[in-house]
């Protein structure tokens, strides 16, 4: 079969223009990193992990990340089955409404929960009268975290409810079964290596935010510093070995999280073709 | 224009043939069906004379178009018209740009000027009774019309050769109907060349001057409707030309026994199989001396010019179907249940290489 | 809308959940995407449309929109090219490491945008691995609006490969052959026939890279430099006044932040529905 820019030079000229562009815009960087990280040898980089600062991040990130995607993961589940097995009104108005958080720049992502529970805020005046501190806390950096990380188990879940449709589910309900059931039988089977994904993605995401973190964090080092404003601490002391230590640790996450995603695709796509 | 391939093969990969090498003659002006049931080849003969596909490079074959060796021409280059089973035409441009687009493409010394493009294309939509949608966009149009849109834009080149891939296998029967009478009509017409593939023996024995009929990579036959359908070569271009009746049996002392069905035949001694068309087969109320083949009528279908008689046996391994004209229908009586005898007019037989046929006219 | 929701007369849903999976979403959207909103309101209210005006139209914020937006715009059409490239590649040819090549699309979005800036300004700089190459060159990328285009180029590369990729996926190859036996050669069947199918696709992936880039922050300020008027972008500016406890000041450059990133995603929502529906049949 042919087909257009079939010809071996055209072919040859832009493999060789995509492969080259790619490496030096994509790999780089990432060999970078690692190149950076360990320049002064495996010991200076493990001193600088282990550091007590560098830990204490590590801590807060992983406890961060694993507080988010429960959240994260019943939201989206809850979301995926109300929009794609139910029809009602507002139905696109709520699909459209949870990309908010793709829209909006982390930045004023953050502006705006510091806003409302800050200290001026008028939800966090009243928290503060009863002397609960959201913001430049652990708890700040939750909120915004669930925030921009909201969307990706539903965007995850939603085609491929939709692609399935409800018909297995219905079957089960001819059958007798009681909703969990059908739940946790039916559904989750079928969905499950989409969830898997979309949970990845969403730690990718609360690993590695940065921008809403940084206006609720306060920065106090070794209690609100993740491993993202971790490393720009160290960066902006000049301190570079450290931070492309702490930066390798996190490109670390985003290689597992590319690699999972080449193995899930390849799951997902092998189950559309089987049901 | 005429086209000869000589010794055109193709497989692919370790997938095996999908053609055996195949030559074929093909007169300026003619227009010839490729027929086959799906994997026979029929498609990628065809999209190989296009350019679509290359040939094996062993055995060397070749494809002429008149005196032009086309073999290593790319397909662009090819002058041919190429019809495509889902019409594919381009979805973002109007009819008008559609049926333009050939002539919009060429190079700037051959390319006619902007009034006259516009001149053409209005004669084609014309001829394909479009005239009044050349600003609408495909999919604003019915299946029907888009392939008289897609038949436009393949002859806006004036191409010398016209290729036809299924073209209208999406379409429902009746507008299929209707455009394979007009696409006889514009072959007329205009006197170009033409090859199309269809996998309905209808349509190919009412459309085409001759038919090849393919299978498994080979062309099995190629002759004139109403040869292929007269003498067919083989059981197989018998069979795939309509509906078959089976009667197995041994032949003993010239009678052939199937269970409690005989039938005289001119046959040496030995198992035989005899095949009966639909019409060959006749319906009485009594048997004969010759032929005693005692069915019963488990179904009827009156629908048509012909009345569909399907009938059954103890002795069949499978139902037979007869079409009766209605006079004789009326004149039977037939009704669910009854029970008749079978009288064939004739039968046919082809030997165990199946090559050869011989075909005695019988009671 | 949960208003419209609940006033329906209640008709028999056959399967189970509605109401649970309904009162999850609503109370998720309404406390974490709605309700923060309304802090940004509150903060303005306290502004009246003069003091509002002055600071939205401050020089330094002004010059702030011109680097943003014009860096954006570069890195958008930069990726809309090198995205055009890279889905063709992935999707038309095979050659050794192509999974390879396809994973690493996505490393811009896995991959943290602090990291990502840190990395960046350390090869651009002028001691860096690539810096050092282009200095002699009398190109400078860190800390100018370059580096800027360049950081938001990388984080946004994906939006226009994973929109394109599936759409010339999908692409029949009777579209190619058409093409090619009316006799157009290779550029003009691409730029006649095949673009406009990808068109739709291209322009979406280019405005979400376009949008993604008004709001990056992590990547760009590393390598920006920050100096006033000059490498300063928007994001920043809501950062700087934040630090200066000036919440209404950050609030104000917010909302123009906030509703040009929404009125563009809109946009390009309406465009694409429009033009989908020409293509897909709807009458007239």
């Known amino acids: 079969m042919q087909r257009v820019g079939d010809s071996p030079a055209v072919r040859r000229l832009l493999v060789a223009a995509a492969v080259l562009l790619a490496a030096l815009f994509l790999l780089l960087p990432l060999v970078a990193i690692f190149a950076q990280a360990f320049s002064q040898g495996v010991g200076v980089f493990w001193a600088n992990v282990s550091d007590n600062y560098t830990l204490a991040a590590i801590g807060l990130t992983l406890f961060i990340a694993a507080m988010t995607i429960p959240v994260c993961l019943v939201f989206g589940v809850a979301l995926a089955w109300l929009v794609t097995r139910f029809q009602f009104p507002g139905r696109r108005l709520l699909q459209t409404l949870i990309d908010i958080p793709f829209a909006v720049s982390p930045v004023v992502a953050g502006l705006v929960y510091l806003l409302l529970y800050g200290r001026n805020g008028w939800v966090g005046g009243w928290l503060d009268a009863q002397d609960i501190q959201l913001m430049f806390a652990w708890p700040g950096i939750l909120m915004v975290t669930v925030f921009v990380t909201s969307p990706f188990v539903a965007r995850e879940l939603i085609p491929l409810m939709q692609a399935q449709g409800s018909r297995e589910e219905e079957a089960a309900v001819t059958l007798g079964a009681p909703g969990w059931t059908i739940f946790r039988r039916v559904t989750l089977p079928n969905i499950r290596w989409a969830l898997l994904y979309g949970v990845i993605l969403t730690n990718a995401r609360a690993v590695g935010e940065f921008g809403a973190v940084s206006v609720v964090s306060g920065a106090i080092r070794g209690e609100t510093m993740t491993l993202p404003l971790h490393l720009e601490q160290l960066y902006q002391d000049y301190n570079a070995v450290g931070a492309f230590s702490s930066a390798a640790l996190l490109a670390l996450i985003a290689l597992f999280t590319l690699a999972a995603k080449a193995g899930l695709e390849w799951r997902i796509a092998r189950q559309e073709v089987s049901p | ?363 | ?284």
């Open chain 3, 1 to 284: 809308m949960s208003a419209l929701a609940f006033a329906l007369p209640r008709r028999r849903r056959v399967l189970p959940g509605f109401g649970l999976s309904l009162g999850i979403s609503l109370t998720f959207v309404s406390l974490v995407l709605l309700l923060p909103m309304t802090g940004l309101v509150g903060q303005l209210k306290g502004l009246s449309l003069a003091e509002y005006w002055a600071i939205v139209s401050d020089g330094r914020v002004v010059a702030s929109y011109t680097v943003t937006i014009g860096a954006a715009a570069v890195a958008a059409l930069a990726n809309a090219a090198f995205g055009l490239l890279l889905a063709w590649v992935l999707v038309r040819y095979d050659f050794p490491g192509k999974r390879l090549l396809d994973a690493l699309m996505d490393l811009p979005f896995a991959l943290p945008t602090a990291v990502a800036g840190i990395t960046l300004a350390t090869l651009y700089a002028g001691n860096g691995w690539i810096g050092r190459l282009l200095e002699p060159l009398g190109l400078e990328v860190a800390y100018t609006w370059v580096g800027i285009a360049l950081a938001m180029a990388f984080t946004s590369i994906p939006f226009v490969v994973r929109t394109v990729q599936p759409v010339l996926e999908d692409l029949p190859p009777e579209v190619d052959e058409a093409a090619m036996t009316l006799g157009a050669s290779d550029a003009t069947a691409f730029r006649r026939v095949i673009l406009p199918y990808l068109w739709p696709a291209l322009v979406t992936g280019t405005g979400l890279a376009f949008v993604r880039s008004l709001g990056e922050f992590g990547a760009i300020i590393f390598i920006a430099g920050n100096a006033p008027f000059e490498t300063e972008i928007t994001a920043l500016m809501i950062f700087v006044k934040l630090q200066e406890y000036d919440y209404a000041g950050a609030s104000a450059i917010a909302s123009v932040v906030l509703a040009v990133s929404l009125a563009l995603l809109l946009a390009i929502n309406v465009w694409h529905g429009h033009f989908i529906k020409r293509l897909h049949g709807g009458r007239g």
């Open chain 2, 1 to 363: 224009m005429s086209i000869r391939l000589t010794d055109i093969a193709k497989h692919y990969g370790r997938a095996g043939r999908a053609l055996e090498p195949v030559s074929l003659e093909i007169a300026e002006g003619e227009l010839v069906g490729l027929l086959g049931p799906s994997g026979s080849g029929k498609t990628t003969l065809l999209r190989i004379i296009a350019g679509l596909e290359a040939p094996d490079r062993a055995p060397a074959g070749r494809i002429l178009f008149g005196d032009r060796d086309v073999t290593d021409v790319h397909v662009r280059d090819r002058r041919i018209g190429f019809v495509f089973q889902h019409y594919a035409l381009f979805r973002h441009m109007t009819v008008f740009d559609n049926v333009a687009f050939g002539l919009t493409v060429l190079p700037r010394r051959e390319r006619p000027s902007s009034g006259e493009i516009r001149a053409r294309v209005h004669r084609l939509l014309e001829m394909v009774q479009l005239e009044h949608f050349a600003s609408r966009y495909p999919a604003q149009l019915s299946g029907g019309q888009q392939q008289r849109v897609s038949l436009a834009r393949a002859l806006a080149l004036r191409p010398d050769v016209l290729l036809l891939d299924e073209p209208f296998g999406a379409l429902d029967a009746k507008v299929r109907q209707e455009l394979r009478r007009w696409l006889r009509q514009l072959h007329d017409e205009l006197g170009f060349t033409s090859l199309f593939v269809t996998h309905d023996q209808e349509e190919a024995l009412e459309v085409s001057d001759r038919v090849a009929v393919m299978s498994h990579g080979r062309i099995e036959q190629i002759d004139t409707p109403d040869a292929l359908y007269r003498t067919p070569a083989n059981r197989f271009v018998f069979e795939f030309l309509g509906d078959v009746n089976h009667l197995e049996g041994e032949v003993r002392n010239g009678v052939l026994t199937c269970g409690e069905a005989h039938l005289a035949v001119a046959l040496p001694d030995g198992p035989e199989e005899l095949l009966l068309r639909p019409h060959e087969v006749r319906l009485a109320q009594a048997p004969t001396p010759e032929a005693r083949l005692p069915v019963t009528v488990t179904a009827i279908s009156p629908v048509g010019a012909e009345v569909r008689v399907e009938i059954a046996a103890d002795w069949l391994v499978e139902p037979w179907l007869a079409t009766l004209r209605h006079a004789d229908y009326e004149r039977l009586e037939l009704r669910r249940g009854q029970r008749l005898f079978v009288i064939p007019r004739r039968w046919h037989r082809f030997s165990a290489d199946a090559t050869q046929q011989r075909q005695p006219a019988a009671a």
